[in-house]
């Protein structure tokens, strides 16, 4: 087993200059605890290169670093690298590049792993937040942007700039009678922890209702039931002062429930004053045409959300349905360890609902939320471009003349950039070396993924084409041969993104729609009529069928 060093680069980096300074490399090795050949080494220059101890890394600097910057990309991307990929591209780009290594079979191990991530501070493994994949397609700056647009329109011509209690969201969320339980101190090295939890699986849907002002509107709760006697079960004096409690088959919310809702409910609490603005999701039950019919009559504009966007859109789902669900689990846990005897069910549902409900249900969560999502005060930039990336990957490369960045992988971050290049008079590229562009005097030249990850973070401006796609100017890596650059951004790349060639589905939504505009409600209006009358055909064929049944009986 060797020797553990002793000394540190600091310690060295004092040796040298003491040498230097003029004494005896014997002298400064006591002194501060180096080898004398080590120091030797370093003040006669065997030994070049930054003050680094131990052996050097298998990889060489330039290139961990490239890796370390796709690995950045990636997982902002939503394609993340996990331990075992890491290792498996490394081996494949040593191979590829006769990189000679002391790995077993060729395949880095944990050493290595600890090294780089050492050597990269910035680097770290994470555990991913789960984002569907429609979800990562529709959060684009494109759809965002056109949203804000229309926002911003309505608030203006409404006059509501300037008055946030006008200003509604409007969303729904399930709550569980078997909650998460909460964390516990428990002996270490123990693997499994029990945690109480009620007998009954059924989920309350909670339809709730606030505005930027911080204000809300009292609840509505959907139980599971087929008639009012499954309202029974529920304590219903102990809940949310105003909560209106209905069934549904299911605990679902549906079309009727929503009419019933706007009318009975939110027009008795949203006040004299009008025009109102609310903004909801594309939820069936929010755009039924009693509802927007109803919404009409009283002033009230209805917009919806883009849809699959409401995670960073909507001011319920943004701040205070997370926290709500934090302090639901945290009461359920409370109240089923402080005895034996209790137990989450229906009947305690409203009074635990309540607690989280007063928590989690803020002025100041309700009107962060609102400024989050950039609704009030209007703010269309309050969305962080990092919010954006998992988009990238699905967008379509572009056809234009110059080359535009799109990091739908991190090889197109590299590869799809706006570059100068010396060309002839017939516009052929020229073979020799691009002359190196003028730049204002303090400018600093960034590589492909340091200038989308700057982006990202929201520390560089950014412009995007019609696409969506990141219109930048930058240089390539320097550091690295044309070899070393195609062997990274071979592991690291993505696929080429599918498009559907198939017909377009006319009702798939893609953007945001104003629900009581004129065109939303005739179409709404003609679905109405001719959806009736198709049951009226098929009622007619059904009287046929039987008539003919019958006619058919009797002849025998």
């Known amino acids: 087993?060797?020797?553990?060093?002793?000394?540190?680069?600091?310690?060295?980096?004092?040796?040298?200059?003491?040498?230097?300074?003029?004494?005896?490399?014997?002298?400064?090795?006591?002194?501060?605890g180096v080898p004398v050949m080590t120091i030797s080494d370093r003040v006669t220059g065997k030994s070049e290169g930054d003050l680094h101890l131990g052996r050097p890394p298998t990889i060489s600097a330039d290139l961990e670093n490239d890796i370390a910057r796709k690995l950045k990309l990636a997982a902002l991307q939503g394609f993340g690298i996990t331990r075992r990929q890491l290792i498996i591209k490394v081996s494949r780009i040593c191979k590829q590049l006769g990189i000679k290594n002391p790995f077993k079979g060729g395949i880095p191990g944990k050493k290595w792993i600890a090294g780089f991530l050492k050597r990269h501070p910035d680097v770290k493994l994470r555990t991913p937040v789960a984002l569907s994949t429609v979800r990562a397609r529709m959060l684009n700056p494109i759809i965002v942007d056109k949203y804000f647009e229309t926002l911003g329109g309505i608030i203006d011509t409404l006059g509501l700039s300037q008055k946030p209690q006008l200003i509604w969201n409007i969303d729904e969320t399930g709550v569980p009678l078997t909650h998460q339980p909460a964390k516990v101190f428990a002996e270490t090295g123990i693997k499994n922890i029990p945690g109480r939890v009620g007998n009954d699986r059924d989920r309350v849907t909670v339809l709730a209702c606030v505005n930027a002002t911080g204000?809300?509107?009292?609840?509505?709760?959907?139980?599971?039931?087929?008639?009012?006697?499954?309202?029974?079960?529920?304590?219903?004096?102990?809940?949310?002062?105003?909560?209106?409690?209905?069934?549904?088959?299911?605990?679902?919310?549906?079309d009727q429930l929503g009419e019933r809702w706007f009318e009975d409910h939110f027009l008795r609490y949203c006040g004299s004053e009008r025009p109102q603005l609310i903004i909801l999701d594309s939820h069936s039950s929010h755009e039924t045409l009693g509802f927007l019919e109803k919404a009409r009559e009283n002033n009230i504009t209805v917009l919806a959300f883009?849809?699959?966007?409401?995670?960073?859109?909507?001011?319920?789902?943004?701040?205070?349905?997370?926290?709500?669900?934090?302090?639901?689990?945290?009461?359920?846990?409370?109240?089923?360890?402080?005895?034996?005897n209790n137990i989450v069910c229906k009947?305690?549902?409203?009074?635990?609902?309540?607690?989280?409900?007063?928590?989690?249900f803020t002025a100041s969560n309700i009107i962060n939320?609102?400024?989050?999502?950039?609704?009030?005060?209007?703010?269309?930039?309050?969305?962080?471009r990092s919010a954006f990336a998992p988009s990238q990957p699905f967008d379509k490369a572009s056809t234009s003349n110059s080359k535009v960045a799109n990091p739908e992988t991190p090889e197109a971050a590299n590869d799809a950039v706006t570059r100068k290049v010396a060309a002839t008079p017939d516009q052929t590229p020229s073979t020799s070396a691009p002359q190196e562009p003028d730049l204002p005097e303090g400018a600093e030249v960034l590589t492909a993924e340091e200038f989308i990850l700057s982006v990202l973070s929201g520390d560089v401006p950014s412009s995007f084409d019609e696409s969506g796609n990141m219109i930048v100017e930058i240089a390539s890596?320097?550091?690295?041969?044309?070899?070393?650059?195609?062997a990274v951004n071979k592991e690291f790349s993505l696929p080429e993104t599918k498009t559907s060639e198939g017909k377009v589905n006319p009702r798939k939504l893609t953007s945001h729609r104003i629900l009581t505009s004129d065109h939303i409600i005739e179409m709404k209006r003609k679905k109405v009529e001719q959806k009736r009358k198709n049951e009226a055909e098929k009622k007619a064929r059904k009287e046929q069928r039987e008539l003919k049944q019958k006619l058919k009986k009797n002849d025998n």
């Open 347 to 360: 009947w305690e549902w409203p009074r635990l609902f309540r607690a989280a409900y007063d928590k989690a």
């Open 215 to 254: 204000n809300t509107i009292p609840p509505m709760a959907i139980v599971k039931g087929k008639t009012q006697r499954s309202l029974g079960a529920y304590n219903t004096k102990l809940g949310v002062p105003g909560t209106v409690y209905t069934y549904q088959e299911r605990a679902w919310m549906e």
């Open 369 to 384: 939320g609102f400024r989050k999502c950039g609704i009030f005060p209007f703010n269309p930039t309050a969305i962080p």
């Open 477 to 486: 890596d320097e550091g690295m041969s044309l070899r070393q650059l195609e």
């Open 1 to 32: 087993m060797g020797k553990k060093r002793t000394y540190t680069k600091e310690d060295l980096q004092m040796a040298i200059n003491d040498v230097h300074m003029g004494m005896s490399f014997r002298k400064a090795a006591k002194k501060h």
């Open 306 to 340: 883009p849809p699959h966007t409401t995670q960073w859109l909507c001011p319920l789902d943004k701040t205070v349905f997370s926290s709500f669900s934090r302090e639901w689990s945290f009461g359920c846990s409370e109240y089923m360890s402080s005895s034996p």
